[in-house]
């Protein structure tokens, strides 16, 4: 026997079982994404590997240590994308639609980073990301902000999250905050964990996001960047404060999110939860108004998010959020006796669906006696089963049980769609 071939490690199959709760989840987001006024985008998983080392960061933990890179045959090197935000750039830029024009743009799809695999982080993850180009100004900030946040509501996640948000200003006041940040923990390197070591000369704002409890010590009583916030972030960092007081969107103050990528300035953002241990954040993004520059192409502010849809799933099940019109379920099932009750049992079907094409109707295919069809509508857990031999055929009817109450009537076939659809 051939040996079986196994899902690589970290890459995670969807079971039918799971992924009505995806089609859920995806649904409700597109809704209303597309009630702010945003179009989906769709790019390709594979891009070349400098999009991400110059949009992402070289120094960043995305592009040292977890992307997927390869040659390919002409000895390019290629990257599987580990973030949507650097791909929907290249891929707007091209298309020509960013400068000088305001885009509303979301997409979903996997993203892929090599990391241990664990509860709510994976090596192939899905995404949906919402990105919005050409306003600099915080109202678009705060748009963004309040979209997640009816996302929450529609999912009825709003109880179960928290909103953190900061601003981490401008280029130039965090290469100062750098600087005196580099100076401060230099004198207690020793009481840093090894990442933070290492990001001391490469990437230091990232030791603000440490776990270790000997880092975080030591950041106590380091130089905060909101000393070193000029007046033009703190006007844009007010108003957008001002816009979420007035559309009663709570927040929380966190002067220590700074983000893991290079390319954020001015506003960043996450939504936290308490409910999936270390994986707390669920939902993250903030401002990027030189990335597209970055990138090759003209000078166009933007800002973004993005959020897991495996956390979010599971957060939607640890919280037993996810209503029973979001689970699979079987409305008809028809079993049928006979050449011509078969025939007869498809021409139904499609008038079933005719009605409501959101209707599961499921045949039975591939034959078999009447006890062990009636046991596969039993298993199927439809409301009804409808059921069509050569005596019903000849008098132009069908018997139609109630699978919840056990009842059964005789209905016409011309009659049967709709009855179905009322009852249903």
Same mark, same amino acid.
């Given at each position: 026997? !051939?040996?079986? +071939?196994?899902?690589?490690?970290? $890459?995670?199959?969807? %079971?039918?079982?799971?992924?009505? @709760?995806? *089609?859920? /989840?995806?649904?409700?987001?597109?809704?209303?994404?597309?009630?702010?006024?945003?179009?989906?985008?769709?790019?390709?998983?594979?891009?070349?590997?400098?999009?991400?080392?110059?949009?992402?960061?070289?120094?960043?933990?995305?592009?040292?240590?977890?992307?997927?890179?390869?040659?390919?045959?002409?000895?390019?090197?290629?990257?599987?994308?580990?973030?949507?935000?650097?791909?929907?750039?290249?891929?707007?830029?091209?298309?020509?639609?960013?400068?000088?024009?305001?885009?509303?743009?979301?997409?979903?799809?996997?993203?892929?980073?090599?990391?241990?695999?664990?509860?709510?982080?994976?090596?192939?993850?899905?995404?949906?990301?919402?990105?919005?180009?050409?306003?600099?100004?915080?109202?678009?900030? !705060?748009?963004? +902000?309040?979209?997640?946040?009816? $996302?929450?509501?529609? %999912?009825?996640?709003?109880?179960? @999250?928290? *909103?953190? /948000?900061?601003?981490?200003?401008?280029?130039?006041?965090?290469?100062?905050?750098?600087?005196?940040?580099?100076?401060?923990?230099?004198e207690f390197k020793d009481q840093l964990d090894e990442d933070s070591q290492r990001r001391l000369t490469t990437n230091p704002l990232r030791i603000l996001d440490s776990k270790d409890e000997s880092t975080q010590s030591v950041l106590k009583a380091a130089p905060s960047l909101d000393d070193f916030i000029g007046k033009e972030s703190k006007t844009h960092f007010?108003?957008?404060?001002?816009?979420?007081?007035?559309?009663?969107?709570?927040?929380?103050?966190?002067?220590?999110?700074?983000?893991?990528?290079?390319?954020?300035?001015?506003?960043?953002?996450?939504?936290?939860?308490?409910?999936?241990?270390?994986?707390?954040?669920?939902?993250?993004?903030?401002?990027?108004?030189?990335?597209?520059?970055? %990138?090759?192409?003209?000078?166009?502010?933007?800002?973004?998010?993005?959020?897991?849809?495996?956390?979010?799933?599971?957060?939607?099940?640890?919280?037993?959020?996810?209503?029973?019109?979001?689970?699979?379920?079987?409305?008809?099932?028809?079993?049928?006796?006979?050449?011509?009750?078969?025939?007869?049992?498809?021409?139904?079907?499609?008038?079933?669906?005719?009605?409501?094409?959101?209707?599961?109707?499921?045949?039975?295919?591939?034959?078999?006696?009447?006890?062990?069809?009636?046991?596969?509508?039993?298993?199927?857990?439809?409301?009804?089963?409808?059921?069509?031999?050569?005596?019903?055929?000849?008098?132009?009817?069908?018997?139609?049980?109630?699978?919840?109450?056990?009842?059964?009537?005789?209905?016409?076939?011309?009659?049967?769609?709709a009855y179905i659809d009322d009852k249903l």
């Amino acid at each position: 026997m !051939a040996r079986k +071939i196994q899902a690589i490690r970290g $890459m995670n199959d969807i %079971l039918p079982d799971q992924s009505s @709760v995806w *089609l859920y /989840l995806e649904k409700t987001v597109a809704d209303v994404v597309k009630s702010y006024g945003y179009q989906q985008i769709r790019f390709p998983i594979v891009e070349n590997t400098d999009l991400f080392k110059r949009g992402v960061g070289e120094t960043t933990d995305i592009v040292e240590k977890e992307m997927y890179t390869f040659d390919d045959r002409n000895g390019e090197s290629l990257t599987l994308r580990p973030e949507g935000t650097a791909s929907c750039v290249r891929a707007a830029d091209q298309a020509g639609l960013l400068f000088n024009q305001v885009q509303r743009l979301w997409y979903t799809g996997p993203m892929f980073r090599y990391e241990r695999p664990q509860k709510g982080r994976y090596r192939q993850f899905h995404q949906i990301g919402v990105e919005s180009f050409g306003i600099g100004s915080a109202d678009i900030d !705060a748009e963004l +902000i309040i979209l997640s946040a009816r $996302m929450w509501k529609q %999912l009825g996640l709003l109880e179960h @999250v928290e *909103l953190q /948000l900061n601003t981490i200003g401008l280029a130039s006041e965090r290469e100062a905050f750098k600087v005196a940040l580099v100076e401060y923990l230099t004198e207690f390197k020793d009481q840093l964990d090894e990442d933070s070591q290492r990001r001391l000369t490469t990437n230091p704002l990232r030791i603000l996001d440490s776990k270790d409890e000997s880092t975080q010590s030591v950041l106590k009583a380091a130089p905060s960047l909101d000393d070193f916030i000029g007046k033009e972030s703190k006007t844009h960092f007010d108003l957008l404060q001002a816009i979420l007081k007035a559309n009663n969107v709570p927040f929380v103050i966190n002067h220590r999110l700074v983000r893991g990528l290079d390319y954020y300035g001015k506003t960043v953002f996450e939504w936290v939860t308490s409910h999936l241990g270390s994986q707390a954040t669920v939902c993250a993004g903030g401002r990027y108004d030189g990335l597209v520059e970055q %990138l090759g192409g003209k000078a166009t502010p933007g800002v973004g998010f993005a959020m897991g849809i495996e956390r979010l799933v599971l957060l939607l099940e640890t919280l037993d959020l996810i209503p029973d019109s979001a689970k699979f379920s079987t409305d008809v099932f028809i079993v049928s006796m006979g050449d011509a009750a078969e025939i007869a049992s498809f021409v139904l079907a499609e008038h079933i669906r005719e009605i409501d094409s959101s209707r599961v109707v499921l045949r039975h295919c591939g034959g078999g006696n009447f006890k062990n069809q009636m046991k596969k509508a039993d298993k199927s857990e439809a409301r009804f089963t409808i059921i069509l031999g050569q005596d019903e055929i000849d008098q132009g009817v069908c018997q139609v049980k109630d699978m919840s109450t056990g009842e059964q009537q005789t209905c016409s076939l011309v009659d049967v769609p709709a009855y179905i659809d009322d009852k249903l």
